[in-house]
């Protein structure tokens, strides 16, 4: 009561310290106690409170009060809560004790800060006094053996970011892809902006797209933006287009399968002819062959293109269906074309429908552009700044 009212700027913390220094209390139990109770019940006001108390005062550090000090960290670290400023040395002598005990968390909590990664509750120096790059390696090395998964991106921006003997392309690509198969959709966005980037061929760009649309698919609104540069625009009205297409369904069911799987991926009139529905399709998207190219390019090959929405892969599975039924598959031929564009021109004159409700119309240079990595970065250059940012 006395430290209470001596009128000190932290009456409490005094107040704390006088009770510590009583051989009656168990201090170090008490703190670690409420730290416990204040984690549990999401009270990470207090949590914050006691453990800047716990860190600064003269207690027995103990087992248990370094485990609760660690559960306090993680949870205020997934809430982004800021902390008070605390001993850094004390603090890493604590999380240091949570290691040698196992403590996968903990290991990755000081791994992150002794390699001068901040995080969004905490600058690295307030967790440890100085810098140990090779050592906070190892210790993410441990947190991602033990399943913590976030550690995997860590050690991507290490050796990825890094300076002197930590930077290693090779490796930071490896844990780039460890932290994308893991599921984070961070990893699964860096890693498939980085392979689109440098595509040179159709392989590259389906690996490419397989880790965006898992990004995508997970909410990142980043990768959903950069999926929807490969899709060419088409000028007419959605509604009107798909509402034709029901009714040319019921004429020529061919010539509205192609229309619909046009209008979902953009593609041109050249394209919607001459693509193998069935050979193109793909969990994530489409690939249109390089047969079915515009004969303008000078160098006709393969683009990939992504399902922007799930009822796409819907449209595309029942397209592939019914040409694998009629055998209307394989690469076309010179004749097959002419008929197939002769029964397109046909029935869009008899529904009085003009193909640009349909077709991408665009210059053969936005064509080309998708069919090279480089040319397609330099084009979305500010948007792909964003998603390779570490």
């Known amino acids: 009561m006395n430290a209470l009212s001596g009128g000190k700027e932290d009456s409490m913390k005094v107040a704390m310290s006088t009770l510590a220094s009583l051989p009656e209390i168990d201090a170090s139990g008490t703190m670690a106690q409420a730290l416990s109770s204040a984690v549990r019940n999401g009270d990470l006001d207090v949590a914050a409170r006691v453990m800047e108390y716990a860190v600064s005062l003269e207690v027995e550090q103990t087992p248990e009060l370094c485990d609760a000090v660690c559960i306090a960290l ?105 932290a994308a198969s893991s599921g984070d959709p961070c990893a699964q966005r860096q890693l498939g902006a980085s392979i689109l980037k440098s595509a040179l061929d159709i392989e590259a760009f389906e ?37 034709a297409i029901d009714i040319i369904a019921r004429l020529d069911p061919g010539v509205a399968h192609r229309l619909r799987i046009a209008r979902d991926f953009g593609l041109t009139r050249t394209e919607a002819i001459c693509v193998d529905i ?83 119309q665009v210059p053969i240079a936005t064509i080309a552009t998708l069919r090279q990595g480089a040319s397609w970065a330099h084009s979305v250059k500010k948007t792909l700044r964003t998603a390779l940012a570490k």
Not at 80 to 104: A, F, H
Not at 208 to 237: C, K, Y
Request: overall charge positive; aromatic content about 8%.
């Open 74 to 178: 993680v949870a205020t670290q997934n809430q982004r809560m800021t902390l008070p400023q605390m001993d850094s040395g004390r603090l890493q002598s604590m999380l240091e004790d949570c290691v040698k005990r196992g403590n996968s968390s903990a290991a990755l909590v000081l791994g992150r800060a002794l390699c001068g990664i901040d995080s969004v509750f905490a600058w690295s120096a307030s967790l440890t006094p100085k810098r140990n790059v090779r050592g906070g390696t190892a210790l993410l090395f441990r947190a991602a053996d033990a399943g913590i998964m976030e550690a995997w991106l860590l050690l991507y921006r290490v050796h990825a970011y890094g300076q002197g003997s930590v930077a290693n392309p090779q490796a930071a690509r490896f844990f780039l892809e460890k």
């Open 207 to 243: 690996a490419g797209m397989h880790w965006m649309t898992l990004a995508a698919s997970q909410g990142d609104a980043i990768a959903r933006n950069l999926l929807g540069t490969f899709v060419l625009p088409i000028r007419g009205e959605r509604k009107r287009a798909f509402e």
């Open 278 to 360: 069935a050979s193109g399709s793909r969990p994530w998207g489409f690939v249109v062959s390089k047969d079915a190219a515009d004969e303008r390019l000078r160098s006709r090959f393969s683009r990939a293109i992504p399902a922007l929405e799930s009822r796409f892969l819907d449209h595309l599975r029942e397209a592939a269906e019914f040409f694998g039924h009629t055998g209307e598959s394989g690469s076309v031929t010179r004749g097959e074309r002419r008929l197939r564009e002769h029964r397109l021109k046909y029935v869009l004159d008899l529904c009085d429908l003009d193909e640009s409700l349909f077709f991408a």
